[in-house]
């Protein structure tokens, strides 16, 4: 039970995306009829898999929703602004209603109705019925009220008045023979023939029949098999469409074949009906139809060629049922326009759908066999070092057959290792996708019109990554609406748009992927920012600061530009944080801003946590891993180059700048003296903020794919150290956390720590 | 349905090992326990007891028909009782006539 419920919620999350991804095209402008029928089926597959499980409420809405949806597909519902809006908050109600469903907690019944009650104006249901859905009211009651709505309409108005009353308020009866036999794997999809036979016989009179024959004996029995088959009978005054439409998120998991009807019904049509207006009905009818599958009315071969110029169900039904009336000749005469067109648009869109399923297959893994996996792999890496290097020891490695063999082998663990690295990519949409709605949020919350961009929504990064990327990107998405966008007024009065812009987009750039998060807002306040820091003593009030500098303030502890602490930006997270969590995946952020033209901050973070690429380098006869990623050059330095700083420190001079020169040995507590600069190399790195410093390193051994061994995980957190790997020899190495390093280097208290934890 | 009758029901079907209980929820999940059930009380007259069924799924209906066949040919006899609303209704629904397979005992 617990594994299906998770199935089914994993199933909604992608539903949820599907759908709010295709409202959001449907806002953008988009008419595919496609996009309309995905989010139809989105909410109808939420829906079906809701009663299966008897989450009532969710049923109660989705099905609220879902008659708002099927009329727009249907085309009777434009999808001009004020309705996305609505569908867009509704998404919003049903994906809480879903995690509800799913952890626990309280839903906002407010918004429920609120969002209920404006999906049913909508949809022309009685209001009433849904603002109190929790009482006697059952789900069930709301079925298909647009239909039984149209009878007196159509009592009152003229058959050729208007065409859509006319094919709405069809009011003779058809009857459908309808064949269904499941799959096992309709079972497996947690979807239930009771519930689908419920919901036809709610359509008209239904005769179900089941077919037991294929039943075994119970030792033959799988019990999560499919032995049933049903035929059913099914009188009713709805539409192939409709009867079709149950049926729909069962599509690929079952047997189906539906049969229009019998003759019965087309004989009631009424006697005195005048035959313009009966070829009239006939021809609309042929226009609000879908053609049905021709394979699944073999009766109605002989009226192929009717079929062909008026491609309507309908009147396919009327010719097989009575052949020669002067209807089917009527029309045959004088095919419409309109009636000749209708039918090829239907038809490949049907069969789009029907072709889409099957073209992306997945599997769900448990995500610790893919981690498993992954570990494996990297010992598989090490492995092949350690047998180079063997190879190497005993002076085989130069013989060209080894050195081939062992070429080809590395060939080999590098594709292994991207190939399983390539399982545990996800695109980055799995996040991007959550930010439509909060921007949403934010919006209204601060009554801004902020429109959002995604872009690179297809960048794959691994999926830890994504995980932990989820909530610094929702606090920079708050920051830059609550803080970077003006005012609608201030905006217009800059000449800008009214609407400000939020740009969020992705891409991979050397081995990293890169993020920016751009608004078109005012850009950071400087001045400000500055007298925000000097007044919590964050820096001196004299302090030589460039604009970069002063942008980066905002990053630092205990900074605020929030005058008062709005309830968006201000929940005690600052900037601070954001950096903090991307740091701890081997990122970095930057800023750059512009007055008057907004801000752009820009995150780079590795693609994923396994791997990295390090410069592996002797320092006190240790061996060490300095990630490349932070290594702007190295060089050899000239004694004269360096320079006494006060007590210990040293600094370097470079193309006539001085940088701090950091004694990786010293911080590290290998050694107490001071190592000879003439006789090491300095690494020029990068760290925080941009600042440039020198790690001075005896001897670089050279550059290596190093496979990352968590020394948290395994051992304890070591300050001046961000994990340890295992080298070709079968030794340990550690990797140096270069910005720790820097920064212990500036304060210089923690260097008895850092010799302290290494003691330890 | 109340909660006393549920407690004394398990009672007697502890002393009298010839009755099944229906679980509450017949869905998806509860099809491989009840084939389970089933199997362990082969070869014996069996009641089962329906007045517990709040939900009825196509599954479970499958391992009732299979009991049924099984049953049968084993002559033994299977019979159920008390059907609840709800389970009479999910049969309905599924087109199935129980009562061909099994004597079926009054609605509760």
Known sequence: MDSLRQIFFQECEEQLAELESGLLEIEGGSEDPEIVNAVFRAVHSIKGGAGAFALEDLVRFAHVFETVLDEVRKGRLSTASPVTETLLRAADVLADLVRVARDGGNVNEERIHTSADELAALSGAPIGANAEPEEEVSFEDFGFTPVAMDFPVFDDIAVVDTVSVEAEAEPDATTYTISFRPHPGLYTNANEPVVLL????????????????????????????????????????????????????????????????????????????????????????????????????????????????????????????????????????????EAAKTPPPAKAEKAAGSEAPSTNQTIRVDLDRVDRLMNLVGELVINQAMLSQRLTDAGLARDSEFATGLDEFEQLTHDIQEGVMAIRAQPVKSVFQRMPRLVREVAAITGKKVRLVTEGEDTEVDKTVIERLADPLTHMIRNAIDHGLESPEKRLAAGKREEGLVRLSASHRSGRIVIDIADDGAGINRQRVRAIAEEKGLIQPNAQLTDEEVDNLIFLPGFSTASTVSDISGRGVGMDVVKKSIQALGGRVSITSRPGEGSTFTLSLPLTLAVLYGMVVTVAEQTLVVPLTSIVETLKPKAGDIHGFGGDSRVISMRNNFLPLIDVGRELGYRSQPADPGAGVALLVESDGGAHSALMVDAIQGQRQIVIKSLEENYGRVPGVAAATILGDGRVALILDVDAIVAASRTGASNSETAFALAG | MSRTGKSSRTGTRRTAKKRLQLPEVLDLTAAAPLAQSFITRRGADLTIDASQVRRVGAQCMQVLLAAATTWKTDGKKLSLEKPTEEFLEGSHLLGLRLEDDLAVGEPV
């Open chain 1, 198 to 337: 419920r919901e036809l016989s709610r359509l008209g009179d239904a005769q179900i029949v089941c077919d037991t024959s294929t039943i075994p004996t119970l030792e033959e029995l799988e019990a999560e098999g499919s032995y049933l088959a049903w035929t059913i009978t099914l009188t009713t005054t709805h539409e192939e469409d409709d009867v079709r439409s149950i049926f729909e998120f069962v599509d690929g998991d079952c047997d189906l074949e539906i049969i229009t009807g019998n003759a019965a019904s087309s004989n009631d049509e009424p006697a005195g009906v005048d035959d313009d207006i009966a070829a009239l009905l006939a021809r609309v009818r042929g226009e609000f139809t879908e053609p049905v599958d021709e394979s699944a009315s073999p009766a109605a071969s002989a009226a192929d060629v009717v079929v062909g110029l008026a491609g309507s169900a309908t009147a396919e039904t009327a010719a097989a049922a009575i052949p020669s009336t002067p209807i089917i000749e009527a029309e045959a005469a004088k095919p419409t326009p």
